[in-house]
């Protein structure tokens, strides 16, 4: 997940379900945190046993679900809140074969009672076959293909196709999963997972896995590190944060460098072309999110083991850019254009180093919305990370990569209190966001957390001056950074799941303040608020997107199974000129298996404009939601409808109702 943008991979979004909502409490005191709802700082001996319980009782916990007979849970993170409450989160196999998309998060009891369950598929996994029709070597040819189509350097097979179970999107179906290496346009490794169905050839799905973060610094000043003696030399490894290391790659894209050394502990003078001074840079950035987790958040290390990661510092030859790798678990840094200026500042640190957190919790799929959602993560924390290092030669803001000038004007690489002032990035939620770069969808969230820290309007903050809107034109009172980020991060750890999309995220964000605020506060209140800010959902009074005037039709209209498109109708009147570029859409739909709707509105006209597309949604059931449509080329009045299509069997629902709202 480069920090920069690279072309988008594909243009379908896989999307979860709802997480489940938070149970109804009520805060001890106005603002604070309920006593026991917070998650616990662990140790990694204490987490190791955690998890070496609950890798005990998964056969059970599998029952418990379930799931069938081929069905198995794997471990691969645990939490535990001060109340005994204990969130472990499970990948899963069929018949011994990887699920992927099959990812949960189960919550239970201090008396071992499942409390709730979120899963990235609510689609029961029963396969049709475990036996391939297709040669590997097909799946092989379509995924040198797909690199060969996003301008890949040197593409080259460098993991043999395996066969898994798909379960992210549609039906869980017999696959591979092929992975392709070599170079990406741009210079960054690649690393391009190909899901190919198994039995047709169809390609279902890709996605990139190279995530793209006394010294005396480039950007920082001069700063304390935490380096190792021995003998008479001193090497960047930091003792105190898992043994992090720091590396020189010396121009090269390969390998793990040489190890920063030398005679003195003193590195770097603060220009960029001394190779430590980006090197100080680095083991500072690293040093410093390494303690923001534990301090803020609890957690020891990425993976939450206290193992720390490594960083590579300049890589190739001015490359503008810098990324996260699972398969080295590392962070790699570019010196930008010229060799001038490495990508090592503090928040471009934290980025990517949270690209490894995301990676280990929520593994969000890096496509579609739940990709913007992950670079979202890593920016909000890129931020966080910065305002709380408190280092006066780069101070907190809202701005990513403001130390780098990557644009090479002086301007930042991103803005959340506005992302669109960047010239691509998305301000709000709308139908095919998931179809973008994911630098450009990750938006959205970014502005509902500034919205949600800071709230709307004008405002200056550490010198930096911010204006932020909001998508229905109504204000949004923020609850501060302090309490959003915890808000976030337990919805990162506890809620989200590999093929979350914008409406879960936002369940998850309520479900997480509900626990920790109560469902009845006011943060509860401003996260509904921040998220209608960006065309997500309804107000906490109840607006579906501002207020205004709305038209609405409550009559139930049955969905037939795998049928023709049915239609539900509200005449708008008494409006004069067309309608607006923000007109609001909200649905209610009872259906089971969501990915089988087409949803459009139709204007007087007969225009259609797709609010969710077939095959998108994933598993979830129904849709409640408000979507924003730019319908300002529609005669306001006139009749409007909401069609509806069933496109594949087995499932059934309805039409409870809908609204057009113009604000």
């Known amino acids: 997940m480069a920090l920069v943008g690279v072309s988008a991979l594909i243009a379908a979004a896989v999307q979860s379900g709802a997480a489940t909502a938070a149970p109804e409490k009520a805060p001890s005191a106005a603002g604070k945190v309920i006593p026991g709802a917070e998650s616990v700082k662990l140790t990694p001996a204490q987490r190791a046993e955690?998890?070496?319980?609950?890798?005990?009782?998964?056969?059970?916990?599998?029952?418990?679900?379930?799931?069938?007979?081929?069905?198995?849970?794997?471990?691969?993170?645990?939490?535990?809140?001060?109340?005994?409450?204990?969130?472990?989160?499970?990948?899963?196999?069929?018949?011994?074969?990887?699920?992927?998309?099959?990812?949960?998060?189960?919550?239970?009891?201090?008396?071992?009672?499942?409390?709730?369950?979120?899963?990235?598929?609510?689609?029961?996994?029963?396969?049709?076959t475990t036996t391939a029709k297709?040669?590997?070597?097909?799946?092989?040819?379509?995924?040198?293909?797909?690199?060969?189509?996003?301008?890949?350097?040197?593409?080259?097979?460098?993991?043999?196709?395996?066969?898994?179970?798909?379960?992210?999107?549609?039906?869980?179906?017999?696959?591979?999963?092929?992975?392709?290496?070599?170079?990406?346009?741009?210079?960054?490794?690649?690393?391009?997972?190909?899901?190919?169905?198994?039995?047709?050839?169809?390609?279902?799905?890709?996605?990139?896995?190279?995530?793209?973060?006394?010294?005396?610094t480039v950007y920082s000043g001069t700063v304390d590190l935490t380096s190792t003696q021995s003998g008479s030399t001193f090497n960047l490894t930091d003792g105190a944060r898992g043994n992090h290391k720091t590396y020189n790659l010396n121009r090269g894209t390969s390998g793990t460098g040489t190890l920063f050394s030398g005679p003195d502990d003193i590195w770097g003078n603060g220009s960029a072309s001394n190779l430590e001074s980006a090197a100080a840079d680095a083991h500072y950035g690293a040093a410093l999110t390494w303690d923001y987790y534990k301090n803020v958040h609890g957690r020891s290390g990425i993976r939450g083991d206290g193992v720390g990661a490594y960083s590579r510092v300049h890589y190739g030859n001015n490359y503008v850019n810098a990324f996260w790798s699972d398969s080295c678990f590392c962070m790699t840094y570019g010196d930008g254009s010229g060799n001038a200026n490495p990508l090592t500042s503090i928040d471009v640190a934290a980025h990517e180093m949270t690209h490894g957190l995301t990676s280990n919790t929520a593994g969000l799929n890096y496509s579609g919305e739940s990709g913007g959602l992950n670079e979202a993560t890593s920016d909000i924390f890129g931020s966080t990370v910065e305002f709380y290092a408190a280092n006066s030669s780069d101070?907190?803001?809202?701005?990513?990569?403001?130390?780098?000038?990557?644009?090479?004007?002086?301007?930042?690489?991103r803005y959340m209190d506005k992302p669109s002032r960047d010239g691509a990035s998305k301000d709000s939620w709308y139908s095919g966001l998931g179809s973008i770069d994911v630098h450009y969808s990750s938006g959205p969230a970014n502005h509902f957390f500034y919205l949600l820290s800071e709230g709307?309007?004008?405002?200056?903050?550490?010198?930096?001056?911010?204006?932020?809107?909001t998508a229905d034109g109504l204000p949004v009172t923020g609850i501060g950074r302090d309490k959003a980020e915890k808000i976030w991060f337990r919805a990162l750890t506890t809620k989200f799941t590999s093929t979350t999309n914008y409406a879960a995220a936002r369940t998850g964000t309520l479900a997480a303040t509900g626990e920790l605020y109560g469902t009845t506060s006011a943060e509860y209140k401003a996260v509904q608020d921040a998220w209608a800010g960006v065309a997500v959902g309804a107000r906490s009074d109840g607006g579906g997107g501002g207020g205004g005037t709305s038209f609405?039709?409550?009559?139930?209209?049955?969905?037939p199974d795998n049928g023709a498109a049915v239609t539900s109708s509200v005449t708008v009147s008494g409006r004069t000129g067309n309608a607006p570029s923000n007109l609001q859409v909200a649905v209610d739909i009872t259906h089971t298996y969501i990915g089988d709707l087409q949803v459009q509105l139709v204007a007087p006209d007969g225009t259609a404009y797709t609010l969710k597309g077939y095959n998108t949604g994933g598993s979830a059931d129904n849709i409640n939601t408000t979507y924003t449509v730019n319908a300002s080329s529609e005669v306001a009045n006139g009749a409007w409808q909401l069609r509806v299509q069933d496109n594949a069997a087995r499932d059934t629902g309805r039409i409870n109702g809908w609204k057009l709202t113009f604000p």
């Open 552 to 559: 609405e039709n409550t009559a139930d209209v049955a969905i």
């Open 50 to 128: 955690l998890i070496r319980a609950a890798d005990a009782s998964k056969a059970a916990t599998a029952k418990d679900l379930g799931l069938g007979a081929k069905e198995k849970l794997v471990v691969r993170d645990v939490l535990k809140d001060g109340d005994g409450t204990v969130h472990t989160r499970y990948e899963r196999t069929y018949d011994g074969l990887p699920v992927l998309g099959g990812d949960l998060v189960v919550e239970s009891t201090k008396t071992d009672a499942t409390a709730s369950v979120v899963k990235a598929s609510r689609a029961a996994v029963e396969p049709a």
């Open 395 to 413: 101070v907190g803001d809202y701005l990513i990569g403001e130390e780098i000038n990557i644009n090479g004007d002086g301007t930042p690489l």
């Open 456 to 469: 709307s309007g004008t405002k200056t903050i550490n010198g930096v001056s911010y204006d932020s809107p």
């Open 134 to 216: 297709l040669p590997a070597a097909k799946a092989e040819t379509q995924a040198l293909a797909a690199a060969k189509a996003e301008d890949a350097k040197s593409p080259d097979v460098n993991r043999a196709p395996r066969k898994v179970i798909w379960a992210a999107s549609g039906t869980p179906t017999l696959a591979y999963e092929t992975v392709v290496g070599g170079f990406q346009h741009d210079g960054t490794p690649q690393e391009l997972h190909v899901i190919t169905d198994a039995a047709t050839g169809e390609k279902l799905y890709e996605w990139e896995a190279i995530e793209t973060g006394t010294g005396n």
